[in-house]
């Protein structure tokens, strides 16, 4: 039903910043809440951020609030993940993720991408 592909990682330093973007293909993406998780090299995958379809409800986990923000534009199809102070704890795969709700994508989302690399340097 819904596609997700994911750019914007690279290689920053510590307190550098990055953006991530996801670009969905599907006729119900305004519809669909959408989100961000990482999984870094031995670790389980790991909720990061999530948005409401409209853009009026987000969740972050607690480690990245007040560093990162999730943002959507409908009309591009594309949800956005800012980065900024990032840490090397930051350094992980990070995927995008949609489902019916911001709770639906936290604990059980159904579709996702196939992950950008993001590695943050000391």
């Known amino acids: 039903q819904v596609q997700l592909v994911e750019s914007g990682g690279g290689l920053v330093q510590a307190g550098g910043s990055l953006r991530l973007s996801c670009a969905a293909s599907?006729?119900?993406?305004?519809?669909?809440?959408m989100g961000w998780f990482r999984q870094a090299p031995g670790k389980e995958r790991e909720f990061v951020a999530a948005?409401?379809?409209?853009?009026?409800?987000?969740d972050y986990v607690d480690s990245v609030k007040g560093r990162f923000t999730i943002s959507r534009d409908n009309a591009k199809n594309t949800v956005y993940l800012q980065m900024n102070s990032l840490k090397p704890e930051d350094t992980a795969v990070y995927y995008c993720?949609?489902?019916?709700?911001?709770?639906?994508?936290?604990?059980?989302?159904?579709?996702w991408g196939q992950g950008t690399q993001v590695t943050v340097s000391s």
């Open positions: 993720a949609a489902d019916a709700s911001v709770v639906a994508v936290r604990y059980g989302s159904h579709y």
């Open positions: 599907g006729r119900t993406f305004s519809r669909y809440a």
């Open positions: 948005i409401s379809w409209g853009g009026g409800s987000t």
